[in-house]
Each structure stands twice: as structure tokens, then as C-alpha cells.
């Protein structure tokens, strides 16, 4: 989260409700990330954790979701 936190564009990272038992999918390890949506003032995105899922509210600046979208994804496939 600190890496999400400290990309161009994002004001902050406010974490949701926790989900135990589910999962992001096969493959999907602790820490995995998958942006669900854009919403008024930022992105609604999910990320796994040991326990289950954890939803989490990613805060941008005007204009800046899909470029930090991209950047999520790319932080990601490296």
C-alpha cells in the first residue's frame, strides 16, 4: 500500500470492510491488487490479504484515475 500511496497522482489509501475466506482468484498471492472501478474521487479496488480479501478506497487527484489504474497494473506485471 505504501507504493500505491506514494504514486503520482494518489492522495491517499483508506482501507474498507475485510472479507475472510475469499479470494482474488487462482494465482492471486498476499498483496495482489485488482482495481474494481471508478468512483467520485477516486478508485474502489480490492487486495488479498493472508486472511481473505480486504477492499480498499484509493483517493486521486482530479484526472488522475486511469493513469494510476495503469500504474496499479503495472506494479503488478514487473
Known amino acids: 500500500m505504501r507504493k500505491i500511496e506514494g504514486m503520482t497522482g494518489v492522495i491517499?489509501?483508506?482501507i474498507g470492510r475485510?472479507?475472510?475466506g475469499k479470494s482474488l482468484g487462482q494465482g492471486a498471492a498476499t498483496g495482489s491488487i485488482r482495481v474494481q472501478r471508478?468512483?467520485?474521487g477516486g478508485l474502489k479496488a480490492v487486495t488479498q490479504s493472508a486472511?481473505?480479501?480486504?477492499?480498499?478506497?484509493?483517493?486521486?487527484?482530479a484526472g488522475m484515475e486511469d493513469p494510476v489504474a495503469e500504474a496499479i497494473?503495472?506494479?503488478h506485471t514487473e
Open 51 to 61: 486472511k481473505g480479501l480486504q477492499e480498499l478506497f484509493i483517493r486521486t487527484e
Open 12 to 14: 491517499g489509501v483508506i
Open 73 to 75: 497494473v503495472q506494479l
Open 18 to 20: 475485510s472479507y475472510g
Open 38 to 40: 471508478k468512483v467520485p
